[in-house]
């Protein structure tokens, strides 16, 4: 079965390793990118990350520098191609910019998701995969987290975002028969493609741990912080649930052949985690194994906001879309290695 | 003081009463709404409502016909005329509907009011006051509700996008130290402006109960539903914190006051309420008085979502904006049906 993907968002992080999956198992994929976080897009259709997956895969990818926001832009895009499903990655996703900025976060995930939605209603297309993220749990109230647990006590425009946009699609869901929405809350997406051709490139300062660790051990920066060594946890850093990239990436492939099957209805939500909680201290260990470099880290404050430890119960992901994460922490930290080495700049050392 | 106050939503019916109250005070007001559930504006350069609050008043009203969704539309305004501060009642308001179209409702409440937001902070207008409900507090944990109740667990779009929208607000004052904003948290207005010449004018089925008791009284309708007469409340019906319209007005006058004052910075809210619980049979029985007709009512089926009871603590808005709601429920009755009974089809009859 060779679907039309229409994929928002998809010169990022996790769009980019999903367009490379949703081309490796035949499907088509239209992309919709303003390139507000993209790299090398001014001298070339394509922004460096799709050049890439085109190179990898040998397919093309046919991509629309617009914004979701822009109904008419969508509009000809739905009108010029017969869209199956739509996975949408397309949103702001610092936390502390989003505290700096919150209007603009609204805006582009808030606004630009429900122009989507009206247009996809429009063209007659009720398929609909949601980046969501951990971040909806807010405080946990129990480990691991399941699917069932409370949403909504976010503390920050991002997080609250992303809630918000999850209700909306649930009212969407229980006003219209005709959707079919699968949200997918992902936990600390992390790795790179196995060719390290593609992986995460953060504009400034990274906010996640696994970036800014690589960037320490490929010179670019002098010393990882990490925020907070007395939380109740084993080591006393905080635990994450990280996920290998390219696991996240087929998360979205079974997702896609889910709601393709036709027999899933309404708004439904999967973790997409391991399982597995690892903490700071054991990420900058097994990444300084998988590099051969010292990491320097020095304790700071903690950040406001973090909780002390988050991890996925992954159970309902493997029973309904059969889908489960096969990748280790090794295998994040050689693979984002292999990414960042090959790339110390990122994108923008690309020729 | 004389300020010059843009008002959204102005030709509704909590926006026409308010105006009203401004103009008598000295103000100025710039009007914006997009008529779509105002009358009359077809063969006239303002709706009906606002004509009469001209000859009420014996002053002019500045109107435009924008959607506040339109970015240069509004931008426009901004630049034609100095606003001191936005009061913003422009927003869809009707639960059973929000359940029907829920995108409409997000587009329009929180889009527009995002919209509304950036173009102020570029005409460097950063005073806003909002209208808010008491719906955000969803199912009261205790009574009477005050403003540190707990907000959030609303269940239909219309509540969500009330509640969305301070959070959206109390995260703008964070980011931003040059924004006052006061969420002004509506009770249940009712009533209407003593002349009769103003007042609500629901489309289709009414909502809420005393414009569908006043229809029943004029004849417009045949027989009152009430929802329920098994709840927890000393007669059986739901009992709600009617308010006044014109108090409600006052109220926001207050607010206007109380940012021109200059020393409130950053969100606050504030209740608008009388502190008085009233049951649906009580008000029948206020009505029947008030108007001298008997009015018919059966008891079907609670409505999903109802709570039992729900009514404000109103001592914060006494101290803090020297505002109490002055009218009872006597008076709420009377003039809603001097109103009803001089236009019995609403705006519709008007020459």
């Known amino acids: 079965m060779s679907l039309n993907i229409l994929v928002t968002g998809g010169a990022g992080f996790v769009g ?36 890439r997956v085109q190179d990898l895969t040998g397919k093309s990818v046919t991509f629309y520098d617009v914004d979701i926001r822009d109904k008419d832009g969508l509009r000809e895009i739905f ?17 502390g910019e989003s505290c700096r900025i919150p209007l603009q976060y609204y805006q582009n995930n808030i606004t630009g998701t429900s122009v989507l939605l009206e247009v996809m209603a429009e063209a007659n297309v009720f398929s609909f995969v949601y980046s969501s993220s951990a971040t909806v749990y807010g405080e946990p109230q129990k480990l ?12 920050n425009p991002y997080g609250k975002s992303k809630y918000f946009t999850e209700e909306i699609l649930k009212d969407l869901c229980e006003s219209d028969p005709r959707w ?35 960037q320490v051990a490929v010179g670019r920066r002098e010393t990882l912080k990490v925020f907070g060594n007395n939380y109740d946890t084993p080591d006393g850093t905080g635990v994450r649930d990280y996920i290998h990239i390219v696991d996240l990436a087929e998360g979205h492939v079974s997702a896609i052949k889910k709601l393709a099957g036709g027999e899933l209805k309404g708004f439904v939500v999967y973790n997409l985690g391991t399982g597995q909680g690892y903490s700071v201290l054991e990420v900058v260990d097994a990444f300084s194994k998988a590099s051969g ?19 996925a119960d992954v159970t309902l992901a493997a029973k309904e879309l059969g889908w489960k994460a096969k990748r280790g922490l090794k295998e994040m930290c050689e693979d984002t290695w292999n990414w960042q080495k090959s790339n110390p700049n990122g994108f923008a050392g690309a020729k």
Chains 1, 2 share one sequence.
Not at 297 to 302: F, G, N, Q, S
């Open 144 to 155: 691991p987290l399941d699917e069932l647990h409370p949403t909504g006590s976010c503390t």
């Open 180 to 214: 079919s929405v699968i949200s997918l809350r992902y936990f600390n997406p992390v790795g790179a493609h196995k060719s390290g051709r593609i992986g995460e490139d953060p504009n400034g300062e990274p906010n996640n741990l696994m970036p800014y660790i690589s």
């Open 79 to 95: 009108n010029k191609h017969k869209i199956d499903c739509v996975a949408h990655f397309a949103a702001l996703k610092a936390v």
């Open 293 to 311: 470099r010292a990491i320097k880290y020095e304790i700071v404050d903690r950040r406001l906001g973090d909780v002390a430890s988050s991890y």
């Open 16 to 51: 980019s390793h999903t367009i490379l999956e949703l081309l490796n198992v035949g499907h088509r994929v239209i992309c919709v990118d303003n390139l507000c976080n993209a790299f090398g897009a001014a001298n070339s259709k394509l922004p460096e990350s799709l050049k």
